[in-house]
């Protein structure tokens, strides 16, 4: 469980986080207008940044000065904005990159490629040629070969054609039932707040309101966000 507590945080002389504190749960949605903060919490999170006040455990580990790479050893995965993948290289092989030296790799591949039978489908495929939903199923599935206790997820829906993204919005849900965590950034605040044990709406920087997930929260969230 990620406990991040109090949290000021930004860039150089920037600060863009103030006093964040964020609702534990399974699934916790983070909320809010562009620029509010939330790609830089979950950097936070990940560790590409670090806190100047507050607290950052994970499973009662103070992490807060842990580089990112021990993170994912502890069992953190980052899937950022922009459905990163090598686009020269196929779709298995973008798998493989994570999963070689892996103890049970090839069975960690198998089980991404019947979760999204798109990425079966395309496992010769360059990245660059899959369509953007591909490329971030691709991108969970990489995460997720990992085997994390915890996924950190930007934006997966940002951008992507309705099909891919309810396959997503599926998975997302399918997670909590095997037993991982996820840190969601997310803008359709219907899909969030369904998919949510708790969440945080971040205004400017600030929490601007913390609840409990649920689709009879969205009218109280598009109030704290005026939309
Ligand atoms: N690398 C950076 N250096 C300096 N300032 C940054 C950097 N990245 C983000 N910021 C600033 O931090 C603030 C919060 O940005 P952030 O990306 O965390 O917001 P966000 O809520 O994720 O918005 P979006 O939905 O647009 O990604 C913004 O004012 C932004 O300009």
Partial sequence: ?????????????????HGVTVPTGKVVAVLGHNGAGKTTLLRLAIGLIKPSKGRVFFDGENIASLAPNKRVARGMAYVPQGQQAFGQLTTMENLQLVADGRRRGKTLIDAQLAR????????????????????????????????????????????????????????????????????????????????????????SGFVAQTGEGGSAAAATVRAAMAI
């Fill in 116 to 203: 999204f039978p798109a990425l079966e489908k395309f496992a010769t495929r360059k990245a660059g040629l899959l369509s953007g939903g591909q490329r971030q199923q691709l991108a969970i599935a990489r995460a997720l070969i990992t085997e994390p206790k915890l996924l950190i997820l930007d934006e997966p829906t940002e951008g992507i054609q309705p099909t891919i993204v309810a396959e997503i919005e599926h998975t997302i849900m399918q997670l909590a039932g095997e037993g991982i965590s996820v840190l969601l950034v997310e803008q359709h605040i219907g899909f969030a707040l369904e998919a949510a044990e708790r969440y945080v709406v971040l205004a």
């Fill in 1 to 17: 469980m990620l406990e991040l507590t109090d949290i000021e945080a930004g860039y150089g002389r920037t600060q863009v986080l």
